[in-house]
């Protein structure tokens, strides 16, 4: 099949509609200055990436080798390579990506400056991962993004005209009303997901465009597509950088640049359609009718048999055969890999790029426009976001509405049992087991909802790393999407219980008991957004997140009375800090100040609510029921408070960490190698 001859993508279609439509992108985004987009140059010298194992047995490994190389504006790279080579090392460090347990030397330039200061405008990064909402449709994520990061003062219809051009520029036209999809939906296909993934990436403009394996699992029309579409981004002005396995010849033919990695070294760098003749001139033709691509992999790749086939051509002769005429039959891959590195290190491929490299850096004028990432006022951003994150809980029934039911399901079921409780003397534990019953079975239900805040939050650390708005705006947008559900939630059961159980009559109380119900719920979802923000995996973050909230209801005082929880942990500070303590007495002093019920044997005296709250449940009775109201409304303060300084620590602090512990290790390497005589690491 000739792929070319496929549905177009963008501009390949050479229909004028959307040739124009591309234009209206371009000049609406602002890069219609062309010069400015082509000036940008990405340069990477000495880099070296290495994995430390100071004090261990296991020597210090380096996932990539000193590797120098640049990406020019207007051009595609295809970065290849056997698996665990370390492509996505070196996209993830062009990108500034990299986990804290690796140290980096060697450096990163943009238009010869550091790139590291600049990561988050100028350089997009689309990572393996396909991370979205999968409850939105393809125009509505496109949109939302583009009014999260477009100026304030453009106007709906331009803004609108933007996004129909990337979702043209991107060929999603057929699938821009259906919805994503996520675990337990079916929505868009793979490719057109990995398409939205670059679309959201390149709605602003970046100068370098970086792709971790776009085109991994997809089938070849596919990867084809999108490989093509890339192209015409990079044809806008950009740099492209992706890494790729076994693109097919089509696939390959569109890319200009190849970077060939082996072991974390470059086994070749220049123009791929000369690479072909790089590995001929090295020893290893490539026969005529072979993929060049898969040819270049079989080489680099652990795979002996193959590359002798490779080398003596297209006769297929058997391996036992080769293993006694063959020449070169006693080489092992490391050989076949040192030797494709030294004749790289001598060819005028390599000699090229170094030449290119120090031109490229002596270039002068070359400017960096800084202001990439997002332009929104941050009230825009606050409405965008809000309004986002209010359609995707309606949508995503497991983040409320199915918990919002099993609420109303249960508060029936308590309802019909605790049926017109009175004022006897079996109600006085009935009273409180209602309470507690309400109060439990809410807190706990709340872990239902940590799933789909966990996937938001990873949708929350993509766009944060691409700068597309606060964190203070994310928290606050979060309350405010969450409040008409937590009303919701607390109204609800709580209406339903109310005149079912007949619990005290009169308006104060009602809405005490409303009150109480909302912010034990708010401070619940604080608690998990903190679990989700510390571990952000589902099954973990469910186990912890259950544990905190069973704790919370063991130290509520229901189960054990307050005075009588062990006081070392449980009393203090368990019972403080969590809010169940505070929630509980309230509940309980709404309920019982001021009540009278009737005693144990007919004739005796009526027993007052504050007798039974202070002698039976340990109830002090020296503050209000609204100080401890006010105290769950602290508590919910303090938790999104603790939220956000997580956020904000773990963005600020990260990087310092990583700086100084690789300032450490790299001074431990350097004089571990001064010991045992072996060559420093450099120092940069
Ligand atoms: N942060 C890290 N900690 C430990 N090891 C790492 C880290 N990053 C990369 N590695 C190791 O470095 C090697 C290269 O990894 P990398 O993901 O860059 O390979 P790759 O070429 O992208 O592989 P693939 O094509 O399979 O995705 C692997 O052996 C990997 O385990």
Redesign the pocket.
């Known amino acids: 099949m000739d792929l070319g001859e496929l549905a177009p993508v963008g501009r390949c279609s050479g229909s004028h509609e959307v040739a124009v439509d591309v234009e209206k992108l371009v000049v609406a985004r602002g890069n219609d200055d062309r010069e400015k987009m082509a000036g940008m140059y990405l340069v990477w010298e000495e880099l070296t990436v290495m ?1 430390p194992n100071i004090g261990k047995k296991v020597p210090t490994r380096r ?1 990539l080798d000193g590797l120098n190389g640049f990406a020019e504006p207007g051009r595609i790279m295809a970065i290849m ?1 056997p ?8 996209l993830d460090s062009l990108a500034g990506r990299l ?1 804290g ?2 140290i980096t030397t060697g450096q990163v330039l943009l238009n010869g400056r550091k790139r590291t200061t600049l990561a988050r405008g100028p350089i997009a990064y689309v990572t393996q991962e396909n991370v979205l909402l999968g409850t939105l449709t393809v125009k509505e994520t496109i949109t939302y993004s583009a009014k999260l990061r477009l100026p304030s003062n453009m106007s709906k219809e331009e803004i609108n005209d933007i996004v129909e051009a990337t979702i043209a520029e991107m060929g999603l036209q057929d699938c821009e009303d259906r919805l994503i999809g996520n675990w337990h939906l079916r929505g868009v296909s793979g490719g057109e997901k990995k398409r939205l993934c670059i679309a959201l990436e390149t709605l602003t403009g970046p100068y370098v465009l970086i792709l971790d ?1 776009p085109t991994s699992g997809l089938d070849t029309a596919s990867a084809f597509f999108i490989v093509r579409a890339l192209r015409n981004i990079a044809q806008d002005g950009r740099a492209v950088i992706a ?1 790729i ?1 076994q693109p097919s010849s089509e696939v390959f033919a569109l890319f200009d640049d190849l970077y060939v ?1 082996s072991g974390g070294q470059n086994v070749y760098f220049g123009e791929a359609e000369k690479a072909v003749e790089f590995f001929a001139e090295a020893g290893f033709p490539c026969p005529k009718k072979r993929n060049p691509s898969d040819h270049f992999l079989r080489c680099v790749n652990s795979d002996f048999d193959t590359v002798n086939a490779t080398l003596i051509g297209s006769r297929t002769i058997p391996y036992e055969m080769q293993l006694s005429s063959d020449p070169l039959n006693d080489m092992t891959t490391s050989k076949i890999k040192a030797m494709l590195i030294e004749k790289y290190e001598q060819s005028k491929y390599a000699e090229r790029a170094k030449a290119k490299i120090r031109d490229i850096l002596l270039i002068e004028g070359l400017q960096i426009q800084t202001k990439v990432g997002s332009q929104a006022a941050w009230w825009q951003q606050l409405c965008t976001l809000t309004e986002r994150s209010f359609l995707n809980m309606i949508r995503d029934l497991g983040y409320y509405g199915v918990r919002i039911f099993f609420y109303m399901f249960l508060a029936i079921c308590a309802g019909t049992i605790f049926f017109d409780l009175g004022t006897s003397y079996s109600s006085i534990i009935a009273r409180a087991s209602c309470d507690a019953l309400l109060g439990g079975m809410m807190t706990f239900l709340s872990i239902g909802g940590l799933p789909s805040f966990i996937e938001e939050l990873k949708v929350f650390h993509r766009e944060r790393l691409s700068g597309h708005y606060g964190v203070a705006v994310y928290v606050l947008s979060n309350f405010l999407s969450s409040t008409p559900f937590l009303l919701a939630m607390a109204i609800g059961p709580g209406s339903i219980m109310y005149p079912l159980v007949k619990l005290r009559p009169g308006f104060s109380h009602f809405a005490y008991l409303l009150l109480d119900l909302l912010c034990s719920l708010a401070v619940v979802e604080g608690c998990m957004m903190i679990v989700a923000s510390l571990v952000p995996n589902f099954l973990m973050g469910i186990m912890i997140g259950a544990g905190i909230l069973g704790i919370t209801i063991i130290s509520s005082g229901f189960y054990c009375l307050l005075p009588e929880l062990p006081k070392l942990i449980w009393r203090y500070p368990i019972s403080y800090i969590l809010f169940g303590a505070y929630a509980f007495q309230g509940a309980l002093k709404n309920e019982f100040i001021g009540l009278e019920f009737d005693p144990l044997l007919p004739g005796g005296p009526k027993l007052k609510g504050n007798d039974i709250l202070r002698n039976l449940f340990g109830i002090p009775l020296d503050h209000s029921k609204w100080l401890d109201l006010s105290a769950v409304f602290v508590i919910f303060i303090m938790y999104r408070a603790i939220f956000f300084i997580i956020l904000k620590l773990k963005e600020i602090a990260a990087p310092l960490f990583q700086k100084l512990n690789a300032i450490r290790i790299l001074q431990q390497l350097n004089d571990q190698s001064r010991l045992t005589k072996m060559s420093s690491f450099p120092s940069k």
């Open positions: 994995l996932l390579g698996s665990g080579c370390g492509k996505s090392t070196l986990p347990n690796v394996e890494s396995h990695l």
